[in-house]
């Protein structure tokens, strides 16, 4: 478990300069620090002591080099231990503050004083008082100068906004149908309607009755068909709906600006488009959840998609779970989902993504229990794999369908999504911090994630 503590270790000869040593216990100390030294507190372990001097360096937040007279105890390559300190810690790039006594210093120790002299600007102090005072002086320094660099930069974050773009022209024409015919024709098809039914019910009804072949993105609104389609087009399965006398050609922005309902009108226009777009790439809309679900598309088989981030890559949209006690059962399915809304900021359209599960029990029908595994996968998810899941979501919506060999591309033309909407935040987050409390995969996978597109 890594300290909440900085741990600074205090690199020097030992029995040459116990004042020293001891004055720099105390600043760290002083400093809400802990002192790595290994005549204090380092713990025996079961490792040679060259390795666990290094291991602990490695793992310092600090490095404080004490430059005495003595170059001390030398390994097999003549390489004294607090020189191997000082290169682990230069090698690591460990903030590293070096203080130079004024003893008389051997041949190797003047040899290994200009060294790290020329790679870090020392201080030199005249005895313990002014050592203890020197290192707390550099530790505030060094922590205000990170405090202000952190506070002057900033990062680039990416929301969950999609821009959207659409036609500038919609299109409105009053029903023209026979409400009464149609009440009555309902009694020879599967859904029989009341008197009372509603006008929209009465209007599927009837596309079910005539045959017709008619896109779901309209919305019924005030008696009235609205949409993206031209409605005077004899050819359109809506037009045979409408009072063509009564088609009228609308401008977008002027239409959602009028009032609320309008603009409220408007935003199940959009679903509706979305709706339509994402049915071609085998998602189904369920208005209960007011989720967009992947479904299967080979009776139960585990569906895979493939998509591009910064490489290649697939992913699982759908997965049957069986029983283990009858491997032969359906336990649930399991389906990639996500939610959508659009809203309008400054004149501009834009849709949030937010990534969920949808639990069922056969590939279709929502179980009731599924609260269970999709709180389950909740606490599991990461940032980085929630980041993940947003870029394939966004990755699925501004892709053009390919052609195959059984079926036309389809290349929706009402709804288009550009780009995530990004900012410039100050100061910037420093993920490292919070990372180096995840486990390996996180951290592997936050690696793979870490920029939109690459």
């Known amino acids: 478990m890594k300290y909440l503590k900085p741990n600074i270790f205090i690199s020097s000869t030992v029995k040459d300069l116990p004042n020293e040593r001891e004055a720099a216990k105390r600043a760290v100390e002083k400093l809400q620090a802990i002192p790595v030294m290994s005549e204090f507190t380092m713990n025996a372990v079961n490792k040679p002591s060259v390795d666990a001097c290094i291991d602990e360096v490695k793992k310092a937040d600090f490095y404080i080099l004490i430059l005495g007279g003595r170059y001390g105890w030398e390994l097999e390559n003549g390489i004294s231990i607090t020189e191997l300190e000082y290169d682990t810690a230069y090698k690591e790039n460990k903030p590293i503050f070096v203080y130079n006594t004024i003893y008389e210093k051997e041949p190797k120790q003047a040899k290994f004083a200009e060294k790290a002299g020329s790679q870090r600007f020392w201080k030199v102090v005249n005895n313990a008082f002014e050592l203890e005072d020197e290192i707390s002086k550099s530790y505030k320094q060094y922590i205000e100068e990170q405090n202000y660099a952190k506070s002057c930069s900033t990062e680039t974050v ?15 024409a009053e029903l023209n149908i026979d409400r009464k015919a149609i009440i009555d024709g309902s009694k020879t098809t599967g859904k029989w309607l009341k008197k009372s039914a509603t ?16 896109p779901n993105d309209w919305i019924l609104f005030e008696n009235s068909i609205i949409s993206f389609h031209d409605l005077s087009e004899r050819t359109l399965g809506l037009s045979q709906l409408v009072d063509l006398g009564t088609v009228e050609e609308y401008d977008t922005c002027d239409f959602y600006n009028t009032n609320d309902d309008h603009l409220n009108v408007f935003k199940n226009l959009l679903r509706r488009c979305l709706s339509r777009k994402m049915h071609h790439l085998g998602v189904r809309w369920y208005n209960d959840e007011k989720l967009y679900v992947y479904t299967p598309q080979n009776e139960l088989a585990t569906r895979i998609e493939k998509w591009k981030g910064k490489v290649e890559a697939t992913r699982t949209v759908f997965e049957a779970k069986m029983q283990k006690k009858n491997p032969e059962k359906i336990s649930y399915c399991k389906h990639f989902a996500f939610k959508a809304n659009f809203y309008l900021f400054d004149d501009q359209w834009y849709m949030s993504i937010n990534p969920e599960w949808f639990i069922s029990r056969d590939g ?25 899941h947003l870029r394939f979501i966004f990755y699925q919506l501004v892709m053009q369908k390919q052609a195959t060999l059984f079926e036309q591309p389809f290349n929706y033309k009402f709804l288009h999504f550009k780009e995530l909407l ?3 935040i100050y100061p910037a987050l420093q993920e490292k911090t919070w990372l180096n409390n995840e486990n390996n995969k996180t951290k592997e996978d936050f690696d793979t994630v870490n920029t939109l597109f690459g």
């Open 364 to 388: 279709s029908k929502k179980t009731y229990y599924g609260f269970e595994q999709i709180s389950f996968l909740k606490r599991k998810e990461k940032n980085a794999q929630v980041y993940s």
């Open 199 to 214: 006008q929209f019910d009465v209007l599927i009804s009837a596309i079910h009755q005539y045959g017709l072949k008619v």
């Open 422 to 424: 990004k900012e410039q």
């Open 158 to 172: 990416y929301s969950n906004l999609l821009s959207v773009e659409f036609p500038s022209k919609l299109y409105r």
